[in-house]
Each structure stands twice: as C-alpha cells, then as structure tokens.
C-alpha cells in the first residue's frame, strides 16, 4: 500500500515520498504481466475492453447483414440473432465501455493527474483487472458452451431468460450471469482505489476545485457505479437461484411448453426494478467519465479556461445523485403502478438541466477561443452534436405518452445508441488519440487519424439518423425479419440495407484505426513530452512515457486550476498546473 | 425499492456534508498560488486503508439494503408463507455479539499498548465467528430436516439467500482477520498492527450490525416497522 506519511500540523502531504513506500517490480512477469502499477494495468484494461469489443463490433455486423439483407446469410438463424444482439448489447456496455473508461483511462488518469505515484491499494488494483480478464473470458465462453450464449437481450428479462425455448437456456444464461458477478467483483476492487486515491493521494495543493474535470468525472461515476453494480449483482445472484435451485423470486406460475412449470408466485417486475436501478446509473457511469474528459479536450484544443468550471463540478454531482431516482423511466410498459411513470418522467427532465448546463458551458468555451481542429478536437466537437442530438431524443422518451408507442421499436435504438453508444465511443477514440502520445511517447498518424474521425463521424449519422425514422415507423426492434407488414413500406427494407452498408464501411475505418495504433507505436512521430501543450499534470512527467512512480525523486506541488490557458500577460498560452505564481504577491488576488 | 432510496439519501447526506466542507464554491481562476491556506481541503489525512475500509462498507452495505428492499418487495406476494425462527438463530446472534465484544477489546487492547490483550481478543472473536457460521449451517440443517427447501416458498429462499450472503461477508472479514492474527504473532510492537486490529473491529461491528437487522426480517420482528414505512412513504 502506497501510504503517504502525513505533516500532522499543516494537513497536507510531503512533497517528496520515501522510495520504499512503493511497490517495485522484480521481474518481466510483475513489470509487464502481473504488474501492480496503475499505468500497466490501464493497458491491460483497455487492450482487454477493446478486444472484446471487438468481437461485439463484429456481432452488429452480423445483426446488421441479416436486416439489411434477410434470407441471404444462411449462416444466422433466428436464435443467432437474438445470441448477436444480446452478446452485443452486454459487451458495448459493461465490458467495453465502462472497463474502458474507469479500468482504462481511470488508472492511467487519476495517479498522474492528481499528482500521486500510483493508486493507493496496488495489489487489489492488479486483482481487479485479473478478474475483470476471467469475467471476461466466461462471457466468451459462452460462445462454445453447448446451446451457445444467451439469447434473452442485454436486460435479461426473466421470466423468459430462463425458459426453454430461449437461446443459450441451459448454459449461456447461468455463465452470463456468473460473468456479472465476477465483473462487479472485479469493478469493485478497482473502484475503491479510483476512489480512495483521489481522496486521499492528491498532491500538496491539489484542492478538489483545482482537478482536472476528467478527474471529477470519472470519480464521480466510480462512486455511481459503486452504489449502482450491486443492484446488478442482486439481480444476478437472485437469478441464478432461480435458474439454478428452482426459487420463484422472479418467475411466476406459468405454463412451458405445454407443462406447468415448477415455478410459481414471482415477480418479474421486481428484477425489472433492480436490473434499472443499476441500468439507469449505468448510463451516467459511462457518460460522467465522458463528459469531464470532452471537457479537458475542448479546452485544452481551444486554448481557452474551461468555461463555467465551478457549475461544471456542481453539474457532475448533481448528475449523479439524480440518476438514481430516474430508472423507471425505462418501465413504463413494464405494467408498474402507473402513477409511478409522472414522478419518474419528472425526474428524468430535470436531469436535462444539469445536463444542458454542461453543453452551455462546452460551446461557451468554444466561443472566441483558439480552435486547433486536431484529431481529439474533431471527436470532441462531434462528442457534443452527438450527445445534443441522443439527449432531445431522450426527452421524447422520457415522456410516458410519447414513449407507449415508441417503446420497443428502432427509435429507442436509435436513442441510445446515438446517446450512450456513439457519444461515449467519441470521446473515447478522441482521448485516445488526446493521451496516446503519454502512454506511448509517439503521436498517432494524423491524416489516417482524419480519415477515420470522418468516416466514423458521417458513418454513424448515416446509421443512426435513419433509425429514428424506422421507429417512428413503428419498425420493432429485436426483430430477426420484418416480414410483410402492412405498415412498413418497402423504402423502409432499402433503407435497412443502406444502414448495413454503412455499418459495415464504419467497422472498416475502425480497423483503419487498431493499424494507426500499431505502425504509430513504431513509427509515429516522437511526441516529447507535453505536445499538447496541455495544464493538466500528466504532461508534466519527467519522462514520457511516465516511468515507474511517475515523478523522479519530488512529487509535484499544485499552484492553480487545470485550466490556465491563455492566460492575459503569460508568456506562454498556458501554465502548468506545477508551476509557482511568477510573483508571490499573487497571493493577494483571492476572491 | 424504498429501503434502498433512504440508504443513498443517508449516504449522500454524508457525501454532501463532506462536500460543503471542500470550498466548491471557490473561484479556483483566481486562486493562483496558495497551497496550505484552507487547511482541510487538501488530500484526506486518514489512512488510506480506512479511507477504503468506509467506502467498501458503503458498498456491502448497499448490497445488503438491495436484499432488504427486494426481500420487502417479495413478501407482499400471495404465496409467502413465513418459516419458523430456530431457537439455535438466538443462540448464534449471542456468539457474534460476543465475536463483536472480543474484537473490541482487542482494540481497546491495542491503544493500552498490550499486545497479549491484542492477541486474546483476536483469538477470541475469531473462535466466537467460527463458532457463528458452524452455528449458521446446523440453522440450515435443522431447516431442511424440517421440510423447509430452498425453493419450496420465497420466504425459505431468502432466509437461505441472506443468511448465505452474511456467511460470505463473515468469511472475507475471517480471512483479513487471519491476516491481522498472523501479523500480530510477528510483530512485538503494537503500532505496528494497531491499524489493522482498529480496521478488523470496524469490520465486525458492520458485520453485527447487519445481522441484527437481517434477523430483524428474517424474524418478522420489524414487520410492523416496515409496514409503518411503508404507509410513510406512500
């Protein structure tokens, strides 16, 4: 455990921590394999997330082939599909994106931008990621298992979950269920070191106003997702009992197959309840991290302080403890006790406000700044039209009338796909593209880098805007074949072929970009230290890549917020957050 | 879902106290310079063990509000058919007050600065923890003698259910506390280990204190609470 010995008096940490406080590695295996330092288990984390993601990408295009084209690939049946869009569902969100953000960038992040030498509980930070990797590898599993994975949808409704005649009944379900468990025990681990090194590691000087809001952003969703993940983990566990032992928690008295099943008395609406008390703060887990990150990005690119940061913080917070009063917006046909559906639409156009507020303050740093239109910046900007255009759709749904009819049709997968699938992954490809040249000292290929911003861009307008028209259609979702409905017009079948093409175009500029990232790691261009010529700490690392303990011999001290760029008078158009006020009578402009 | 909802009212009652002592209202813009003029806004001072220690209890704590709230949520299906108490439940309860006793004075123990009492007091809860979950699995033996299964009614379900997840929690607090012990037979100096003895009893007391409202449920003592709840909040 990296402890750092406190001055009694003054409260605040010692600028320079004994050397041995820290863990070291003793070998290739503890450096490289089974390493305790945040910076290696980070690229573990993201390679882990990215190659499942991977396989997830590859199932929408599967999904994809079969609705663009049905009855042309005899290679996927009905219950494949429903196996693809499940599978796919679950990936995207909890093994990809949320061990993306908070495994990923959270460990690479947090040390180095709060000015610490590593994560406070190295060893439990090692455990996460390893049993995150077996989560992981029983999700995959379920590819080879005998009836395949699951096929019941990412929410894994019961009572159909567990019945015959849904995919994956006998094994898949019960290995999904045992990979949640593992994941949320892995997240745990990972969580209380996100959490307690942003509490208790920051710098001398680093108040918790002068973090980086990348910082604010992924704590926050930490503590989210701390609170949030063990709803998921009660559903799971109480599931399993009732696949497994033959309890009734969820299933009610129904007939199988023509037989009167063994269950009886349950209720399907109470794992409804749970499995959105973890799936609406979920949403949030993966935007938060999102949102402070765009947040670095667009000021660090436009040369301009972060407007309204103090309402920025307030709006992270306020986010968060609003998501948890929100999640039965995604229940109103569910057959819940309806007055329910007014408080709960209330609550979800509240949470528009904070939420408004951050965009305000994103174009408001945007105004008469230093645009540089690099690759991070492009997927920042589109970050904010793409989240603007998911989050109007979300007032639609939000609202119980306008949702009845559009519930289960492509509207919804338009929705959240553009809000929390599409978004998120932007900001993910632009912090990669942001800190790529930290993690590994050499740039990312620009014009490969513009190729794939902009197919990837277009791609996914190109994808998700005509879905919202399908849905309005009243095109189902989770459809294998549309069939001959009355009310779905042929342009709407060369409409869904369209869509596949492009999905298929995008997932090409996708691997455009894994090339980018191994030819740059060799032959990208030397970065130097701080190319960006960003504030935040991480760039002020003696060495790039950072070396082990990341700050040679003294940690840094703090002198000012992340965000001094073009600062009237400096010589430079931003100062460190490290570097000492040029006069001391500085002091006097406090407030 | 409203056991939990008061939980995360009390925890972000607890967040938001914390947060209104960080100066979020300040202008960090103009605040170039100074390092140590707000003292208190700086890192925690606390170990971060016990930093961690608080927010994993959080954590368990949720999930075990996340129980409650289903078991509360299930109860008022038609089909519930409560199951008989086991006289052996009191008899286990009295054994983890006194493994929680033993723990305390362990600590208090440690602050004396007497490592023998330390010893003792560890020995002792860990002996009266075991001693606890054998206890818990002859609970479960006399049951299924009775004709009570686990899927034979819900309310058998979740009496097996929490009290297995209880068990778990109990284990992990065994194996730190193992830790602690061995710790403690190595070391001659107190302060060495008085962090990890202070972290074992918070531990324990959690570990109590979530027994004794399980059992509360599990009991159908706090039925009448819960209804007077209930009729509150709707």
């Keep these: 455990m990296v402890d750092i010995p406190y001055d009694a008096i003054a409260g605040v940490p010692p600028a320079e921590v004994p050397d041995v406080e820290l863990y070291h590695p003793r070998s290739w295996w503890t450096r490289y394999v089974f390493s305790q330092d945040a910076k290696v288990i980070a690229v573990q984390y993201a390679l882990t997330a990215s190659a499942i993601g991977l396989v997830a990408l590859v199932l929408s295009w599967m999904m994809r082939l079969q609705l663009g084209f049905p009855g042309t690939f005899s290679f996927i049946d009905p219950n494949q599909y429903l196996q693809f869009i499940t599978m796919h569902g679950m990936i995207m969100v909890i093994y990809l994106l949320t061990a993306l953000f908070l495994g990923g960038f959270g460990n690479y992040l947090i040390p180095l931008m709060v000015g610490a030498r590593d994560m406070v509980f190295p060893y439990v930070n090692m455990l996460s990621y390893w049993v995150y990797l077996l989560a992981v590898l029983v999700l995959a599993s379920t590819f080879f298992v005998p009836g395949g994975p699951t096929g019941a949808g990412w929410t894994l409704y019961p009572p159909q979950a567990i019945l015959s005649g849904t995919p994956g009944q006998d094994w898949g379900i019960i290995l999904m269920m045992a990979s949640l468990i593992l994941f949320i025990i892995g997240f745990t681990m990972g969580g209380l070191n996100y959490v307690v090194t942003t509490l208790q590691a920051r710098a001398r000087g680093m108040t918790l106003m002068r973090l980086p809001l990348t910082v604010w952003g992924i704590f926050t969703a930490t503590v989210m997702a701390l609170l949030a993940f063990p709803a998921l983990f009660v559903a799971s566990v109480m599931m399993l009992f009732d696949r497994a032992l033959g309890t009734s928690f969820f299933m009610p008295s129904l007939v199988e197959m023509g037989t009167l099943s063994k269950y009886g008395g349950g209720s399907p609406l109470l794992f409804q309840h749970l499995f959105w008390f973890f799936g609406h703060p979920e949403v949030y887990i993966v935007a938060l991290p999102a949102f402070g990150i765009v947040s670095d990005l667009i000021s660090t690119h436009a040369r301009k302080n972060i407007f309204g940061y103090r309402m920025m913080v307030w709006a992270i917070v306020a986010i968060g403890a609003l998501s948890f009063v929100v999640w039965a917006h995604h229940m109103y046909v569910s057959g819940m006790y309806p007055y329910f559906g007014f408080f709960f639409a209330t609550t979800t156009l509240i949470i528009a406000i904070p939420t408004a507020i951050k965009v305000y303050n994103w174009v408001l740093t945007l105004w008469r700044g230093d645009i540089h239109l690099t690759v991070p910046m492009l997927f920042a900007l589109a970050f904010i039209i793409t989240f603007v255009n998911g989050g109007l759709t979300g007032l639609f749904l939000g609202n119980v009338v306008v949702d009845v009819p559009l519930s289960d049709t492509m509207f919804v997968v338009a929705h959240f796909h553009m809000v929390m699938g599409v978004a998120p992954i932007l900001v993910v490809l632009g912090a990669i593209y942001h800190w790529y040249p930290k993690v590994t000292g050499r740039m990312l290929n620009d014009p490969l880098g513009k190729f794939h911003f902009w197919v990837t861009f277009l791609g996914a307008y190109m994808i998700f805007f005509p879905m919202h028209y399908l849905g309005l259609l009243g095109v189902p979702r989770r459809y294998y074949e549309l069939g001959e409905a009355a009310f779905i017009p042929p342009s709407a079948h060369s409409l869904n072929a369209f869509i596949s093409v492009v999905a298929l175009t995008v997932g090409f500029a996708q691997m455009v970009f894994l090339f980018n990232l191994a030819w740059s790691l060799f032959k990208g261009k030397l970065a130097g230290g701080n190319p960006w010529r960003a504030t935040t700490l991480e760039w002020q690392t003696p060495e790039t890549p950072p070396g082990h303990g990341n700050w040679g011999k003294d940690l840094p001290v703090v002198y000012r917020w992340a965000y001094d760029y073009s600062v009237p008078g400096a010589k430079e158009d931003f100062i460190p957050q490290n570097q000492p006020p040029a006069t001391p009578s500085a002091r006097g402009a406090l407030p | ?234």
């Design chain 2, 1 to 234: 879902m409203s056991a939990i909802i008061l939980f995360l009212a009390v925890i972000a009652t607890i967040v938001g106290w914390w947060l209104s002592q960080q100066r979020l209202t300040a202008k960090p813009w103009l605040e170039e310079g100074p390092i140590d003029d707000f003292p208190g806004t700086g890192a925690m001072t606390s170990p971060a063990a016990k930093i961690g220690l608080g927010v994993f209890l959080a954590v368990a704590g949720c999930l075990f509000t996340l129980f409650i709230s289903a078991y509360s949520m299930r109860m008022n299906m038609a089909d519930w058919r409560a199951l008989p108490v086991p006289k052996l439940l009191w008899f286990n309860t009295g054994v983890l007050v006194l493994s929680s006793v033993a723990l305390q004075w362990a600590y208090l123990a440690a602050r004396r600065n007497d490592i023998d009492g330390v010893m003792l007091g560890l020995l002792a809860g860990g002996a009266a923890a075991v001693t606890f979950l054998v206890g818990q699995l002859l609970v479960w033996q006399q049951l299924i003698v009775a004709g009570y299964f686990v899927a034979s009614n819900p309310a058998n379900s979740f009496f097996y259910l929490l009290t297995a997840v209880h068990g778990l929690h109990l284990m992990g607090g065994l194996a730190a506390l193992g830790k602690t012990t061995a710790r403690v037979w190595r070391s001659t100096e107190v302060t060495e280990v008085q962090l990890s003895v202070e972290l074992c009893t918070i531990y324990w007391h959690f570990l109590l204190l979530v027994w004794l409202v399980l059992l509360g449920l599990l009991t159908g003592w706090t039925d009448n609470f819960v209804d007077i709840c209930r009729r509150l909040l709707s």
